[in-house]
């Protein structure tokens, strides 16, 4: 059983909405697993059932933790650990008598906590010398949130929850947090359930990501999966940017198809599921997939559009060609900046270009 | 410069922050000073001056009065005071914790039922305590009830009895329990008792480890605002116990009107005084010596 988290077709109502909607993942033992979404859409309901304040409906599935359904098990009964967007640090313990709350309860030997607390702290890089005694209060978010991660990760626990943990702190030290807490669950190897919104953070942390969208999983994939694959336009539009262009599959080319998009140009598609001839097909390609060429410059076996540079946006890494093609469509281009003082780019606004992709790096998409 | 003499009070007081201070807080203070401190120093003086003939005091200096404390009797009225005081207390934080916990959880209801609660202080409690007694008495409510459905057979004796002036003192003073503990339980974050319960705490160790540490401050607040008023009270044992069980309270008051003797009346309330300031002291005492050990 290498599984540690089953969901089985699991849903959750509330009064008449329902916030989670007949759902299924597996998370395997030492994953970085993520749960990506916007704002209400279910990701926080699912991570409060897997840790028990939250029931399924009674013919709402299953969930299983290590094997074993635990549907009705209270919070307190599933050897789990969890760490709140707010922290939720007792506020009239000391850092050592927070971390050791957990151990207390789980009556594990008095001789045994100071040590296991102690560690405990330094595992997150805190010295327990300096920091055990203090309050909350003393001190600042950063810290706060390394306790409330010593605080979970002192039980051992098989599973840890973590609801935005880094949602509060500057970006700076959450790119820090983001690498450490990675560190720590290749070290630990403890299995990591981590909820956000933040799309680069899923990137950068996941072995998987869950992503939802309207109470169900729109994608489920590794991050490359999930970037380089989008199902649907939902899933292309809320991680990372993306060019969306629509047209109807007319005939079958080579190994791919010919494609007469809305605008009335032809280019290529490679075959899949989904295209089929006389089928409308929405496609997707990122910006940084595109490029431009002058008219009649484009290298042979890439798809060209023509259009007109409405703007240029400087964003110091990359540079953004925003091209107006028919009918009415903008499209984004990432360039690499190359230094605009030394090398400027030779598009300017009105510029007649073409833009140029790989038939390949063009992702059908399904309905949402 | 166009400057109204309202801006220019202001900026005048601006410039001046001690000014200011006084401005803001002068009033009451003035008030206090006229109207608690100044009765106060003249009371301090009756106590210690012998009684006049026909009421009032006569010059001259005497400890006689304090003395009188000396006295058994005084003693036990001393004591039972304390006693009821301290029962009437606890059994307010009984009752009041559970009405405030769950007022405080209570969602969109909240701003009702804590209506309810100060709802009793719309009418005197001169005339609630009477409406008790029409409950209480031999042919009350509550006795007419019972022999009605045949549960007793005679009425009991509700009224003019040490529980009478209980059950009085705890309805009087259940709210002052209730809002301040209710005040500290609503300022909690509830996600504190998720964290506590995912950290393996049962029910029981969530209140006693998170809830209970954490309204402390408004349980503290409730037991003064209950013990301080209850031990001075007088009204309620007065109408509720009969003559048989008076409270130093009723013996200030009996000083004062009946028996006419002012310097013992005041004597009285200083030794009133002197127990609660002891009290006080002693809890800010625990108070202190529990923050340090944090």
């Not at chain 2, 801006?7 to 200011?20: D, E, M």
């Not at chain 2, 200096?61 to 039972?80: C, K, P, Q, V």
Request: charged share 20%; glycine share 10%; hydrophobic share 50%.
């Amino acid at each position: 059983m290498d599984d540690v988290v089953e969901f089985v077709r699991v849903s959750k109502t509330f009064a008449a909405y329902r916030a989670v909607d007949n759902i299924s993942f597996e998370v395997r033992r030492g994953e970085f697993f993520s749960i990506l979404g916007p704002s209400g859409c279910g990701k926080t309901t699912t991570l409060r059932l897997l840790a028990g304040f939250e029931q399924p409906d009674a013919d709402g599935g299953e969930v299983r933790l290590l094997g074993e359904r635990v549907n009705e098990r209270r919070p307190y009964e599933r050897q789990i650990a969890m760490v709140f967007q707010s922290y939720a640090l007792f506020p009239h313990l000391s850092v050592e008598r927070n971390v050791a709350f957990g151990l207390e309860m789980r009556a594990v030997s008095a001789s045994d906590v100071p040590k296991r607390v102690a560690a405990a702290l330094e595992l997150v890089r805190l010295d327990p010398g300096v920091f055990g005694r203090r309050m909350p209060a003393q001190l600042s978010g950063g810290q706060r949130q390394r306790v409330a991660l010593a605080r979970a990760l002192v039980l051992e626990p098989a599973l840890l929850l973590l609801d935005e943990p880094l949602g509060a702190i500057d970006l700076k030290l959450r790119k820090e947090m983001q690498f450490e807490l990675k560190q720590l669950n290749r070290q630990l190897g403890t299995t990591f359930v981590y909820v956000t919104h933040d799309q680069e953070e899923a990137l950068t942390m996941s072995d998987r990501i869950a992503v939802m969208s309207n109470s169900r999983i729109a994608q489920l994939g590794s991050p490359a999966e999930i970037y380089e694959n989008p199902r649907t336009p939902f899933v292309a539009r809320f991680i990372g940017e993306s060019n969306f262009l629509e047209g109807t599959a007319v005939e079958p080319d080579g190994e791919g198809w010919l494609v007469v998009d809305d605008g009335g140009h032809r280019w290529h598609l490679p075959a899949g599921p989904g295209v089929a001839g006389g089928r409308r097909v929405s496609v997707a390609v990122r910006p940084e997939w595109l490029d431009l060429f002058r008219p009649g410059e484009t290298p042979a076996g890439e798809n060209v559009l023509p259009g007109i540079v409405r703007d240029v946006v400087y964003l110091g890494e990359t540079l953004h060609v925003v091209v107006r093609v028919a009918p009415e469509r903008d499209l984004t281009v990432a360039l690499r900046n190359e230094g605009q003082l030394a090398r400027p780019l030779p598009w300017a606004r009105g510029d007649a270009v073409h833009l140029g992709w790989l038939p390949g790096d063009s992702q059908v998409l399904e309905a949402d | 410069m166009n400057r109204s003499p309202r801006r220019a009070v202001l900026a005048w007081f601006a410039a001046r922050p001690g000014w200011r201070a006084f401005g803001l807080a002068g009033p009451a203070v003035v008030w206090l000073l006229a109207f608690f401190l100044i009765p106060l120093g003249l009371m301090l003086g009756t106590s210690v001056m012998p009684r006049g003939v026909y009421g009032g005091v006569e010059w001259g200096f005497t400890f006689e009065h304090y003395g009188r404390f000396a006295d058994r009797m005084y003693l036990s009225i001393l004591w039972r005071t304390a006693q009821d005081a301290g029962i009437t207390t606890l059994i307010c934080l009984l009752m009041g914790y559970p009405v405030a916990y769950v007022i405080a959880r209570s969602g969109p209801w909240k701003n009702f039922l804590l209506f309810l609660v100060v709802l009793p202080f719309w009418t005197s409690f001169l005339v609630r305590t009477f409406a008790m007694i029409f409950l209480l008495r031999d042919t009350g409510l509550i006795n007419a009830m019972l022999l009605r459905f045949g549960l007793i057979a005679e009425p009991i004796q509700m009224l003019y009895t040490p529980w009478a002036v209980l059950v009085g003192l705890v309805y009087g003073f259940l709210p002052f329990m209730v809002l301040p503990i209710y005040a500290s339980l609503e300022k909690m974050d509830w996600t504190l008792l998720e964290a506590a319960e995912v950290l393996g705490a049962r029910p029981a160790a969530r209140f006693l480890r998170i809830t209970l540490p954490l309204s402390l401050p408004g349980v503290a607040a409730g037991c003064c605002l209950v013990f301080i008023p209850s031990l001075g009270s007088f009204l309620t044992s007065d109408l509720l116990g009969g003559a048989k069980q008076i409270l130093i309270g009723n013996l200030v008051q009996n000083q004062f009107t009946s028996a006419r003797n002012w310097p013992f009346g005041s004597a009285a309330s200083f030794v009133l005084m002197a127990v609660v300031l002891v009290g006080v002291m002693v809890w800010q005492r625990i108070r202190d010596a529990d923050e340090r050990a944090i």
